[in-house]
Protein backbone atom coordinates (compact mmCIF):
# COMPACT_ATOMS: atom_id res chain seq x y z
CA UNK A 1 0.00 0.00 0.00
CA UNK A 2 1.09 3.34 -0.99
CA UNK A 3 1.04 6.45 0.98
CA UNK A 4 -0.83 8.87 -0.76
CA UNK A 5 -3.59 5.55 -0.12
CA UNK A 6 -2.73 5.73 3.84
CA UNK A 7 -3.07 9.63 3.64
CA UNK A 8 -6.75 9.27 2.18
CA UNK A 9 -7.63 7.29 4.53
CA UNK A 10 -5.94 9.27 7.47
CA UNK A 11 -6.79 12.27 6.00
CA UNK A 12 -10.62 12.06 5.68
CA UNK A 13 -11.27 14.18 8.37
CA UNK A 14 -13.76 12.80 11.46
CA UNK A 15 -13.53 9.18 10.17
CA UNK A 16 -13.54 6.95 13.24
CA UNK A 17 -10.52 4.77 13.65
CA UNK A 18 -12.93 1.76 12.59
CA UNK A 19 -14.56 2.63 9.37
CA UNK A 20 -10.26 3.93 9.28
CA UNK A 21 -9.43 0.46 9.82
CA UNK A 22 -12.13 -0.90 7.26
CA UNK A 23 -10.99 0.85 4.31
CA UNK A 24 -7.58 -0.43 5.42
CA UNK A 25 -8.15 -3.85 5.53
CA UNK A 26 -10.69 -3.23 1.97
CA UNK A 27 -7.19 -1.80 0.10
CA UNK A 28 -5.26 -4.37 1.80
CA UNK A 29 -7.15 -7.20 0.45
CA UNK A 30 -8.31 -6.19 -3.11
CA UNK A 31 -5.00 -4.34 -4.07
CA UNK A 32 -6.55 -1.30 -5.31
CA UNK A 33 -4.86 2.11 -4.47
CA UNK A 34 -7.22 4.57 -2.70
CA UNK A 35 -6.65 8.96 -3.76
CA UNK A 36 -8.80 11.79 -2.86
CA UNK A 37 -8.15 14.77 -4.68
CA UNK A 38 -10.99 17.37 -5.72
CA UNK A 39 -13.75 16.36 -3.53
CA UNK A 40 -13.79 12.65 -4.59
CA UNK A 41 -12.24 9.98 -3.45
CA UNK A 42 -11.12 7.31 -6.29
CA UNK A 43 -10.33 3.58 -5.64
CA UNK A 44 -8.71 1.97 -8.46
CA UNK A 45 -7.97 3.45 -11.59
CA UNK A 46 -7.00 1.22 -12.86
CA UNK A 47 -7.21 -1.85 -10.71
CA UNK A 48 -3.96 -3.92 -9.99
CA UNK A 49 -2.32 -5.56 -13.34
CA UNK A 50 -4.40 -3.32 -15.62
CA UNK A 51 -3.03 -3.08 -18.87
CA UNK A 52 -3.87 -0.90 -21.84
CA UNK A 53 -6.15 1.80 -21.95
CA UNK A 54 -9.20 2.70 -19.79
CA UNK A 55 -12.54 1.10 -20.71
CA UNK A 56 -14.58 2.36 -23.48
CA UNK A 57 -17.27 4.79 -23.23
CA UNK A 58 -20.91 2.79 -21.60
CA UNK A 59 -18.69 0.71 -18.88
CA UNK A 60 -19.94 3.49 -16.03
CA UNK A 61 -22.69 3.52 -13.64
CA UNK A 62 -24.20 6.54 -11.36
CA UNK A 63 -24.91 5.73 -8.45
CA UNK A 64 -27.39 7.93 -6.19
CA UNK A 65 -29.09 8.23 -2.69
CA UNK A 66 -25.93 6.36 -0.88
CA UNK A 67 -26.12 7.01 2.69
CA UNK A 68 -24.05 9.49 3.82
CA UNK A 69 -22.11 7.63 6.35
CA UNK A 70 -21.91 4.66 4.32
CA UNK A 71 -17.85 4.10 2.03
CA UNK A 72 -16.04 1.85 -0.26
CA UNK A 73 -15.51 -0.82 2.57
CA UNK A 74 -19.52 -1.40 2.71
CA UNK A 75 -20.26 -0.09 -1.21
CA UNK A 76 -17.48 -2.08 -3.45
CA UNK A 77 -18.62 -5.47 -2.23
CA UNK A 78 -21.76 -4.78 -3.11
CA UNK A 79 -20.91 -3.16 -6.52
CA UNK A 80 -18.66 -5.99 -7.30
CA UNK A 81 -21.75 -8.49 -7.78
CA UNK A 82 -21.85 -7.14 -10.71
CA UNK A 83 -18.60 -7.53 -12.41
CA UNK A 84 -15.08 -6.32 -11.62
CA UNK A 85 -14.14 -2.40 -11.02
CA UNK A 86 -11.69 -0.31 -12.81
CA UNK A 87 -12.34 2.02 -10.42
CA UNK A 88 -14.86 3.67 -8.07
CA UNK A 89 -15.50 7.42 -7.28
CA UNK A 90 -16.74 8.26 -3.88
CA UNK A 91 -18.00 11.75 -3.86
CA UNK A 92 -16.76 13.15 -0.43
CA UNK A 93 -17.83 16.16 1.88
CA UNK A 94 -14.72 18.40 3.87
CA UNK A 95 -16.36 16.95 6.79
CA UNK A 96 -15.77 13.34 6.13
CA UNK A 97 -19.26 12.38 4.69
CA UNK A 98 -19.86 11.20 1.39
CA UNK A 99 -22.13 13.69 -0.81
CA UNK A 100 -24.83 11.19 -1.57
CA UNK A 101 -23.11 9.85 -4.84
CA UNK A 102 -20.62 7.80 -6.62
CA UNK A 103 -19.52 6.69 -10.11
CA UNK A 104 -18.15 3.06 -10.60
CA UNK A 105 -16.77 2.18 -13.62
CA UNK A 106 -16.64 -1.85 -14.64
CA UNK A 107 -14.02 -3.17 -17.01
CA UNK A 108 -16.51 -3.96 -19.49
CA UNK A 109 -20.32 -2.79 -20.63
CA UNK A 110 -21.64 -5.60 -19.87
CA UNK A 111 -20.80 -5.27 -16.07
CA UNK A 112 -22.22 -1.92 -15.81
CA UNK A 113 -25.87 -3.05 -17.40
CA UNK A 114 -25.78 -6.05 -14.77
CA UNK A 115 -25.08 -3.42 -12.03
CA UNK A 116 -28.08 -1.26 -13.24
CA UNK A 117 -30.19 -4.41 -13.46
CA UNK A 118 -28.77 -5.78 -10.39
CA UNK A 119 -28.23 -3.18 -8.06
CA UNK A 120 -31.22 -0.14 -9.15
CA UNK A 121 -33.27 0.31 -6.38
CA UNK A 122 -31.42 -2.17 -4.35
CA UNK A 123 -31.75 -1.59 -0.91
CA UNK A 124 -28.20 -0.99 1.13
CA UNK A 125 -29.94 -0.84 3.98
CA UNK A 126 -32.95 -1.38 5.14
CA UNK A 127 -35.20 1.30 3.85
CA UNK A 128 -32.37 3.21 1.56
CA UNK A 129 -32.99 1.92 -2.02
CA UNK A 130 -30.56 3.07 -3.59
CA UNK A 131 -30.13 4.89 -7.63
CA UNK A 132 -28.11 3.20 -10.42
CA UNK A 133 -28.40 4.21 -13.85
CA UNK A 134 -25.56 4.88 -16.91
CA UNK A 135 -23.40 7.68 -16.62
CA UNK A 136 -22.11 9.48 -19.79
CA UNK A 137 -18.98 10.06 -20.05
CA UNK A 138 -19.00 13.70 -22.08
CA UNK A 139 -16.15 14.51 -24.05
CA UNK A 140 -17.79 17.13 -26.43
CA UNK A 141 -18.22 20.86 -25.44
CA UNK A 142 -20.23 23.38 -27.35
CA UNK A 143 -18.64 26.96 -28.59
CA UNK A 144 -21.00 29.74 -29.04
CA UNK A 145 -20.39 32.90 -30.85
CA UNK A 146 -17.88 31.56 -33.86
CA UNK A 147 -18.02 33.93 -36.62
CA UNK A 148 -20.45 32.40 -38.73
CA UNK A 149 -18.18 32.95 -42.02
CA UNK A 150 -15.53 30.25 -40.41
CA UNK A 151 -15.55 26.97 -42.09
CA UNK A 152 -15.05 23.67 -40.03
CA UNK A 153 -10.82 23.90 -41.03
CA UNK A 154 -10.22 27.55 -39.75
CA UNK A 155 -12.40 26.24 -36.31
CA UNK A 156 -10.44 22.53 -36.02
CA UNK A 157 -7.43 24.40 -36.27
CA UNK A 158 -7.97 27.40 -33.77
CA UNK A 159 -9.45 25.01 -31.33
CA UNK A 160 -6.19 22.76 -31.48
CA UNK A 161 -3.47 25.86 -30.99
CA UNK A 162 -5.82 26.89 -27.80
CA UNK A 163 -6.73 23.48 -25.93
CA UNK A 164 -4.94 19.84 -26.01
CA UNK A 165 -6.51 16.71 -27.14
CA UNK A 166 -9.27 17.63 -29.52
CA UNK A 167 -9.86 15.03 -32.22
CA UNK A 168 -13.06 16.64 -34.12
CA UNK A 169 -15.21 19.59 -34.51
CA UNK A 170 -18.94 19.49 -35.73
CA UNK A 171 -20.08 22.72 -37.46
CA UNK A 172 -23.50 22.74 -39.04
CA UNK A 173 -24.25 25.03 -42.09
CA UNK A 174 -27.39 27.96 -41.54
CA UNK A 175 -30.14 26.59 -42.50
CA UNK A 176 -30.31 30.02 -44.65
CA UNK A 177 -27.23 30.00 -46.73
CA UNK A 178 -24.75 27.12 -46.50
CA UNK A 179 -21.78 28.75 -46.99
CA UNK A 180 -22.06 29.70 -43.14
CA UNK A 181 -22.24 28.06 -39.83
CA UNK A 182 -24.84 28.54 -37.55
CA UNK A 183 -22.54 30.64 -35.38
CA UNK A 184 -21.52 27.81 -32.68
CA UNK A 185 -19.47 25.16 -32.96
CA UNK A 186 -19.15 21.16 -30.91
CA UNK A 187 -15.15 19.79 -30.08
CA UNK A 188 -14.98 16.48 -29.83
CA UNK A 189 -12.08 15.98 -27.00
CA UNK A 190 -9.98 12.80 -26.56
CA UNK A 191 -11.45 12.08 -22.89
CA UNK A 192 -13.81 13.78 -20.43
CA UNK A 193 -10.60 15.05 -18.54
CA UNK A 194 -9.33 16.87 -21.94
CA UNK A 195 -12.52 18.30 -22.47
CA UNK A 196 -13.00 19.47 -18.09
CA UNK A 197 -9.33 21.25 -18.82
CA UNK A 198 -10.77 22.99 -21.77
CA UNK A 199 -13.23 23.93 -20.61
CA UNK A 200 -11.98 25.34 -17.33
CA UNK A 201 -9.24 26.95 -19.45
CA UNK A 202 -11.91 28.60 -22.16
CA UNK A 203 -15.30 29.23 -19.90
CA UNK A 204 -14.47 32.43 -17.77
CA UNK A 205 -15.33 34.65 -20.50
CA UNK A 206 -12.53 36.56 -21.02
CA UNK A 207 -11.20 33.98 -23.94
CA UNK A 208 -11.50 35.14 -27.91
CA UNK A 209 -10.83 33.44 -30.84
CA UNK A 210 -10.78 35.31 -34.16
CA UNK A 211 -10.91 38.74 -31.67
CA UNK A 212 -14.45 37.49 -30.97
CA UNK A 213 -15.71 36.56 -27.01
CA UNK A 214 -16.85 32.94 -26.98
CA UNK A 215 -19.50 31.26 -24.93
CA UNK A 216 -18.22 27.74 -23.84
CA UNK A 217 -19.98 24.61 -22.25
CA UNK A 218 -20.75 21.36 -22.41
CA UNK A 219 -22.68 19.65 -24.57
CA UNK A 220 -25.58 17.94 -24.14
CA UNK A 221 -24.45 13.84 -24.70
CA UNK A 222 -25.31 12.04 -27.34
CA UNK A 223 -27.93 9.63 -26.62
CA UNK A 224 -26.45 5.90 -26.52
CA UNK A 225 -28.83 3.26 -28.04
CA UNK A 226 -27.96 -0.63 -27.54
CA UNK A 227 -27.03 -2.28 -30.55
CA UNK A 228 -29.47 -4.51 -30.39
CA UNK A 229 -31.73 -1.76 -31.09
CA UNK A 230 -29.70 -0.10 -33.71
CA UNK A 231 -29.97 -3.22 -35.91
CA UNK A 232 -33.82 -2.72 -35.74
CA UNK A 233 -33.57 0.73 -36.56
CA UNK A 234 -35.50 1.58 -40.04
CA UNK A 235 -35.37 5.30 -40.20
CA UNK A 236 -33.09 7.56 -41.60
CA UNK A 237 -32.07 10.89 -40.16
CA UNK A 238 -31.52 13.30 -43.25
CA UNK A 239 -29.59 16.81 -42.50
CA UNK A 240 -28.36 19.73 -44.11
CA UNK A 241 -31.72 20.10 -46.72
CA UNK A 242 -32.67 23.31 -47.81
CA UNK A 243 -35.61 25.13 -46.43
CA UNK A 244 -37.26 25.59 -49.57
CA UNK A 245 -36.84 21.48 -50.31
CA UNK A 246 -40.53 19.51 -49.92
CA UNK A 247 -41.18 16.30 -48.53
CA UNK A 248 -42.30 14.66 -51.75
CA UNK A 249 -38.56 15.62 -53.29
CA UNK A 250 -37.68 13.90 -50.22
CA UNK A 251 -39.70 10.94 -51.10
CA UNK A 252 -38.60 11.01 -54.61
CA UNK A 253 -34.81 11.02 -54.26
CA UNK A 254 -34.83 8.15 -51.54
CA UNK A 255 -37.20 6.17 -53.45
CA UNK A 256 -35.03 6.12 -56.61
CA UNK A 257 -33.00 3.02 -56.22
CA UNK A 258 -35.95 1.31 -55.44
CA UNK A 259 -39.56 2.35 -56.04
CA UNK A 260 -42.22 2.20 -53.37
CA UNK A 261 -39.54 1.11 -50.63
CA UNK A 262 -39.97 4.41 -48.87
CA UNK A 263 -42.81 4.91 -46.20
CA UNK A 264 -43.28 8.52 -45.28
CA UNK A 265 -41.23 11.36 -45.09
CA UNK A 266 -41.09 13.95 -42.01
CA UNK A 267 -39.38 17.19 -42.59
CA UNK A 268 -38.88 19.98 -40.18
CA UNK A 269 -36.91 22.81 -41.32
CA UNK A 270 -33.84 21.90 -42.17
CA UNK A 271 -33.86 18.51 -41.73
CA UNK A 272 -36.23 14.87 -41.81
CA UNK A 273 -36.61 11.90 -41.29
CA UNK A 274 -37.24 9.15 -43.70
CA UNK A 275 -39.38 6.06 -42.95
CA UNK A 276 -38.77 2.81 -44.83
CA UNK A 277 -40.84 -0.18 -44.76
CA UNK A 278 -37.79 -2.60 -44.55
CA UNK A 279 -34.27 -2.55 -42.79
CA UNK A 280 -32.06 -3.60 -45.45
CA UNK A 281 -33.76 -0.80 -48.15
CA UNK A 282 -33.18 1.86 -45.04
CA UNK A 283 -29.50 0.53 -45.45
CA UNK A 284 -28.81 0.27 -49.20
CA UNK A 285 -30.32 4.25 -49.00
CA UNK A 286 -28.08 5.19 -46.53
CA UNK A 287 -24.85 4.09 -48.40
CA UNK A 288 -26.83 5.88 -52.16
CA UNK A 289 -27.51 8.93 -50.51
CA UNK A 290 -25.41 9.67 -47.69
CA UNK A 291 -23.18 13.20 -49.21
CA UNK A 292 -25.16 13.49 -52.00
CA UNK A 293 -27.19 16.73 -53.34
CA UNK A 294 -30.58 18.08 -53.13
CA UNK A 295 -32.00 20.78 -54.45
CA UNK A 296 -28.16 21.60 -54.72
CA UNK A 297 -27.08 21.18 -51.12
CA UNK A 298 -25.32 17.90 -49.82
CA UNK A 299 -26.62 16.10 -47.49
CA UNK A 300 -26.24 13.99 -44.12
CA UNK A 301 -27.63 10.86 -43.55
CA UNK A 302 -27.66 8.89 -41.03
CA UNK A 303 -29.65 6.13 -38.89
CA UNK A 304 -32.21 7.76 -36.75
CA UNK A 305 -31.53 7.01 -32.84
CA UNK A 306 -35.25 5.82 -31.38
CA UNK A 307 -36.38 6.94 -28.04
CA UNK A 308 -35.38 3.71 -25.77
CA UNK A 309 -38.35 2.77 -23.09
CA UNK A 310 -36.54 4.07 -20.00
CA UNK A 311 -35.98 7.04 -21.86
CA UNK A 312 -36.19 9.00 -18.38
CA UNK A 313 -32.46 7.79 -17.81
CA UNK A 314 -31.42 9.31 -21.35
CA UNK A 315 -30.79 12.31 -22.75
CA UNK A 316 -33.43 14.02 -24.84
CA UNK A 317 -34.12 14.68 -28.58
CA UNK A 318 -32.32 18.21 -28.72
CA UNK A 319 -28.15 18.58 -29.30
CA UNK A 320 -25.58 17.53 -31.64
CA UNK A 321 -26.21 13.73 -32.28
CA UNK A 322 -28.25 12.10 -34.63
CA UNK A 323 -31.86 12.99 -33.46
CA UNK A 324 -34.30 10.36 -32.45
CA UNK A 325 -37.47 10.45 -33.61
CA UNK A 326 -40.13 10.64 -30.95
CA UNK A 327 -40.32 12.64 -27.58
CA UNK A 328 -37.38 11.83 -25.79
CA UNK A 329 -37.28 14.26 -22.41
CA UNK A 330 -34.95 13.91 -20.28
CA UNK A 331 -35.94 12.87 -16.65
CA UNK A 332 -34.38 11.76 -14.03
CA UNK A 333 -35.30 10.91 -10.66
CA UNK A 334 -34.53 13.29 -7.60
CA UNK A 335 -32.44 11.42 -5.20
CA UNK A 336 -33.42 12.84 -1.66
CA UNK A 337 -30.33 14.77 0.10
CA UNK A 338 -28.93 16.03 -3.44
CA UNK A 339 -27.49 19.39 -3.07
CA UNK A 340 -29.17 22.11 -4.91
CA UNK A 341 -27.83 25.40 -6.24
CA UNK A 342 -29.63 28.49 -7.86
CA UNK A 343 -29.45 28.79 -11.28
CA UNK A 344 -28.86 31.65 -13.91
CA UNK A 345 -30.47 31.17 -17.57
CA UNK A 346 -26.44 31.90 -18.77
CA UNK A 347 -25.78 28.43 -17.28
CA UNK A 348 -28.08 26.85 -19.63
CA UNK A 349 -27.78 25.08 -22.84
CA UNK A 350 -30.59 25.18 -25.63
CA UNK A 351 -31.19 21.62 -25.43
CA UNK A 352 -32.77 22.38 -22.10
CA UNK A 353 -35.59 23.88 -23.57
CA UNK A 354 -38.67 22.12 -25.08
CA UNK A 355 -40.46 26.03 -25.68
CA UNK A 356 -39.10 28.33 -28.11
CA UNK A 357 -40.58 31.07 -25.74
CA UNK A 358 -37.87 29.91 -23.64
CA UNK A 359 -35.29 29.68 -25.65
CA UNK A 360 -35.80 32.66 -27.50
CA UNK A 361 -35.62 34.28 -23.74
CA UNK A 362 -32.39 32.32 -23.24
CA UNK A 363 -31.11 33.12 -27.08
CA UNK A 364 -31.59 37.02 -25.43
CA UNK A 365 -29.97 36.50 -22.39
CA UNK A 366 -27.03 35.02 -24.06
CA UNK A 367 -26.59 38.14 -26.41
CA UNK A 368 -27.13 40.56 -23.16
CA UNK A 369 -30.21 41.64 -24.68
CA UNK A 370 -32.87 42.90 -22.93
CA UNK A 371 -36.16 39.54 -22.72
CA UNK A 372 -38.09 40.07 -25.99
CA UNK A 373 -41.84 41.65 -25.65
CA UNK A 374 -44.61 39.97 -26.87
CA UNK A 375 -47.63 42.20 -28.33
CA UNK A 376 -51.06 40.34 -29.33
CA UNK A 377 -53.65 41.33 -32.02
CA UNK A 378 -56.52 39.44 -33.20
CA UNK A 379 -58.54 38.97 -36.24
CA UNK A 380 -62.23 37.44 -37.22
CA UNK A 381 -62.14 34.20 -38.90
CA UNK A 382 -64.56 33.42 -41.91
CA UNK A 383 -66.26 30.75 -39.30
CA UNK A 384 -66.43 34.10 -36.67
CA UNK A 385 -63.91 32.53 -34.55
CA UNK A 386 -61.70 34.77 -32.66
CA UNK A 387 -57.78 34.31 -34.43
CA UNK A 388 -54.38 35.32 -32.61
CA UNK A 389 -51.40 36.49 -33.58
CA UNK A 390 -48.51 37.88 -31.37
CA UNK A 391 -45.51 40.07 -32.76
CA UNK A 392 -42.41 40.09 -31.33
CA UNK A 393 -40.12 43.21 -30.43
CA UNK A 394 -36.23 42.58 -29.52
CA UNK A 395 -35.44 45.98 -27.54
CA UNK A 396 -31.72 46.01 -27.68
CA UNK A 397 -31.76 45.17 -32.01
CA UNK A 398 -35.14 47.64 -32.24
CA UNK A 399 -36.22 44.84 -34.39
CA UNK A 400 -39.90 43.10 -35.06
CA UNK A 401 -41.27 40.00 -36.16
CA UNK A 402 -44.64 38.64 -36.98
CA UNK A 403 -45.27 35.55 -37.79
CA UNK A 404 -47.60 34.27 -40.95
CA UNK A 405 -50.14 32.22 -39.18
CA UNK A 406 -52.82 33.18 -36.58
CA UNK A 407 -54.22 30.94 -33.71
CA UNK A 408 -57.06 30.15 -31.90
CA UNK A 409 -55.16 29.43 -28.57
CA UNK A 410 -52.92 31.88 -27.06
CA UNK A 411 -50.37 29.78 -26.03
CA UNK A 412 -50.39 28.19 -29.39
CA UNK A 413 -49.65 31.90 -30.92
CA UNK A 414 -47.22 33.05 -28.55
CA UNK A 415 -45.27 29.67 -29.49
CA UNK A 416 -45.58 30.41 -33.19
CA UNK A 417 -44.09 33.72 -32.70
CA UNK A 418 -41.04 32.98 -31.00
CA UNK A 419 -40.11 30.21 -33.28
CA UNK A 420 -40.62 32.51 -36.78
CA UNK A 421 -38.53 34.87 -34.53
CA UNK A 422 -35.98 32.72 -33.66
CA UNK A 423 -35.71 31.51 -37.19
CA UNK A 424 -34.89 34.66 -38.73
CA UNK A 425 -32.33 35.69 -35.78
CA UNK A 426 -31.09 32.45 -37.67
CA UNK A 427 -31.01 30.52 -34.31
CA UNK A 428 -33.02 27.12 -35.26
CA UNK A 429 -35.29 25.84 -32.80
CA UNK A 430 -37.18 22.12 -32.62
CA UNK A 431 -39.40 21.45 -29.89
CA UNK A 432 -40.97 18.33 -29.19
CA UNK A 433 -44.17 19.37 -31.39
CA UNK A 434 -46.01 22.66 -32.77
CA UNK A 435 -49.49 23.62 -32.21
CA UNK A 436 -51.87 21.36 -33.88
CA UNK A 437 -52.75 21.24 -37.85
CA UNK A 438 -52.99 24.52 -40.07
CA UNK A 439 -56.58 25.97 -41.30
CA UNK A 440 -56.89 26.57 -44.89
CA UNK A 441 -55.65 30.11 -46.19
CA UNK A 442 -58.04 33.00 -46.08
CA UNK A 443 -57.87 35.04 -49.47
CA UNK A 444 -56.28 38.46 -48.55
CA UNK A 445 -57.51 41.57 -47.21
CA UNK A 446 -56.68 44.97 -47.36
CA UNK A 447 -53.48 44.49 -44.65
CA UNK A 448 -53.50 47.04 -41.43
CA UNK A 449 -49.78 47.28 -39.93
CA UNK A 450 -49.84 46.80 -36.05
CA UNK A 451 -49.19 50.36 -33.67
CA UNK A 452 -46.33 50.11 -31.31
CA UNK A 453 -48.73 51.14 -28.55
CA UNK A 454 -49.91 47.95 -28.85
CA UNK A 455 -50.46 46.61 -25.13
CA UNK A 456 -47.95 44.10 -23.64
CA UNK A 457 -50.33 41.08 -22.62
CA UNK A 458 -50.59 40.00 -18.98
CA UNK A 459 -48.46 36.29 -18.33
CA UNK A 460 -49.58 33.71 -16.92
CA UNK A 461 -52.67 33.88 -16.42
CA UNK A 462 -54.07 30.37 -18.17
CA UNK A 463 -53.17 26.65 -17.43
CA UNK A 464 -51.43 24.82 -19.96
CA UNK A 465 -53.38 25.15 -23.68
CA UNK A 466 -54.46 21.77 -25.04
CA UNK A 467 -53.34 20.25 -28.59
CA UNK A 468 -56.69 21.13 -30.50
CA UNK A 469 -55.18 24.95 -31.53
CA UNK A 470 -55.43 25.20 -35.17
CA UNK A 471 -53.60 27.80 -36.97
CA UNK A 472 -54.10 29.46 -40.37
CA UNK A 473 -52.06 31.96 -42.34
CA UNK A 474 -51.70 35.36 -41.72
CA UNK A 475 -51.14 37.35 -44.53
CA UNK A 476 -53.31 40.35 -45.25
CA UNK A 477 -55.48 39.91 -42.50
CA UNK A 478 -57.00 42.78 -40.36
CA UNK A 479 -55.25 42.75 -36.89
CA UNK A 480 -56.23 44.60 -33.89
CA UNK A 481 -54.16 44.82 -30.48
CA UNK A 482 -55.93 42.69 -27.99
CA UNK A 483 -55.89 43.36 -24.24
CA UNK A 484 -56.00 40.00 -22.03
CA UNK A 485 -58.86 39.61 -20.03
CA UNK A 486 -60.08 35.95 -20.49
CA UNK A 487 -61.08 34.27 -17.25
CA UNK A 488 -58.70 31.70 -15.81
CA UNK A 489 -59.25 28.26 -16.81
CA UNK A 490 -60.37 27.46 -20.45
CA UNK A 491 -57.16 28.26 -22.90
CA UNK A 492 -59.01 28.52 -26.17
CA UNK A 493 -59.73 32.08 -27.26
CA UNK A 494 -63.39 33.28 -27.30
CA UNK A 495 -65.54 30.82 -29.54
CA UNK A 496 -61.71 28.96 -30.41
CA UNK A 497 -62.83 25.15 -30.84
Same mark, same amino acid.
Given at each position: ?16 R?K ?6 L ?35 F ?23 Y ?31 ? &? ?7 G ?11 ? #? ?5 V ?12 ? #? ?30 S?? /? ?23 ? /? ?33 E ?8 V ?15 ? #?????D????M ?41 V ?37 ? /? ?32 P???C????? /????A ?26 P ?16 ? &? ?17 Q ?17
Amino acid at each position: MDDDSLNSVHGSSRMDRPKEAALLALMEKSGYSMVQENGQRKFGGPPPGWEGPPPPRGCEVFVGKIPRDMYEDELVPVFERAGRIYEFRLMMEFSGENRGYAFVMYTTKEAAQRAIQL &LDNFEIRPGKPIGVCVSLDNC #RLFIGSVPKEKRKEEILEEM #RKVTEGVVDVIVYPSATDKSKNRGFAFVEYESHK /AAAMARRKLIPGTFQLWGHAIQVDW /AEPEKDVDEETMQRVRVLYVRNLMISTTEDTIRREFGKFKPGAVERVKKLTDYAFVHFYR #RGDAVDALRAMNGKAIDGSAIEVTLAKPVSKDAGRRFGQRGHGRGPYGDGRCVYPFFPGSALMPVSMQSLKPGQFCSAVTHLEYYCNKNNW /APPEYYLYSTSGQDGKLLLIYKVVIPSTRSSFMPDKVCTILED /AKEVAAQNTLWSLDCTFHGPGSPAACRPRRPPAPACSPTAAAPAPTRDT &LSPAPAAGRRQRAEGLHLQPVRLHLAPGPTAAAGGG
